[in-house]
């Protein structure tokens, strides 16, 4: 099909034959499995992905695409949702799915805070973001990329980064390098606080001003009794603590 890539909805078609086939190794797909693809464009994973599935769900918000998928892929091989992926109720397909996607960049965070409301839900998730977002979500305390988003995802899920992949492979080249990263949803909690609510509210106070000590961001949530208390050194900045630490926070406090 004759398609102008859109720049409101991220269209950056994967061209690469080589690193469309790593990242299908990496997904693993096993027939039986329950998938959807979040944008599956032209189909550069779509194609790939179909040779190892009896079925796929895609979720795909661009009328142009859609009529085109229509035309492509035989009913009950692929169940076509037109839907904006940031609404798109992923419980209604299966309480067992697997998610994959190379992601508009444009919204790329807030999906990922979206998917995790559903994360029991989730087997596991393959994305493909701008290799900036996937360093931060995968960083480690004391590091720069670390903060509010490496916190809110490692406490429910394991990450790791896959590949590296340039601008070259994608048709239009986007301006940045991307990164292929696995999200796995941790069968039990490493660290479970009791409010998670009131975690969110601490990372979001804590990293709000990064610059700043934590006696500084945290006043009137922590004072010095709960910083003893806690054995924690208020000098320290939201980036030197680890996920335990902001749980162990969030847990006197709810007390
Ligand atoms: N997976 C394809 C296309 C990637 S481009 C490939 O790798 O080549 C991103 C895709 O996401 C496009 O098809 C775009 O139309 C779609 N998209 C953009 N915003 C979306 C949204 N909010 N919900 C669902 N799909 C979206």
Redesign the pocket.
């Known amino acids: 099909m004759k398609h102008i890539?859109?720049k409101r909805?991220?269209?950056?078609?994967?061209?690469d034959r080589a690193i469309?086939n790593s990242l299908i190794d990496a997904i693993a797909p096993q027939s039986q499995d329950i998938m959807i693809?979040?944008?599956?464009?032209?189909?550069?994973?779509?194609q790939p992905l179909l040779q190892h599935l009896d079925h796929l769900h895609v979720?795909?918000?661009?009328r142009d695409?859609i009529s085109w998928m229509q035309g492509v892929y035989p009913a009950g091989k692929v169940t076509i949702h037109n839907?904006?992926?940031?609404k798109?109720d992923f419980t209604q397909v299966s309480d067992r799915i697997r998610v994959v996607?190379?992601?508009?960049y444009?919204?790329s965070t807030p999906?990922l805070f979206h998917l995790l409301d559903n994360v029991s839900h989730i087997i596991d998730m393959h994305f493909?973001l701008q290799k900036e977002v996937v360093e931060r979500m995968v960083a480690a305390p004391s590091t720069p990329s670390y903060g509010r988003l490496s916190v809110m995802l490692q406490y429910r899920l394991h990450m790791e980064y896959l590949i590296t992949v340039p601008p070259e492979a994608?048709e239009p080249a986007p301006k940045v390098e991307s990164a292929f990263v696995r999200a796995i949803p941790f069968a039990t909690l490493p660290y479970p606080a009791k409010d998670e609510a009131l975690l969110a509210k601490i990372v979001t106070s804590a990293f709000g001003q990064r610059r700043k000590t934590l006696r500084n961001t945290l006043k009137g949530l922590l004072d010095d009794a709960g910083f003893s208390a806690l054995g924690l050194d208020s000098q320290l900045r939201a980036e030197n603590l680890s996920i335990a630490e902001f749980v162990n926070i969030a847990n006197y406090l709810a007390a």
């Open positions: 890539a859109k909805f991220g269209q950056n078609f994967l061209t469309i693809e979040i944008g599956p464009g032209l189909g550069a994973m779509t979720v795909e918000i661009d695409i839907s904006d992926a940031l798109f996607g190379n992601l508009p444009n919204i999906i493909m994608f």
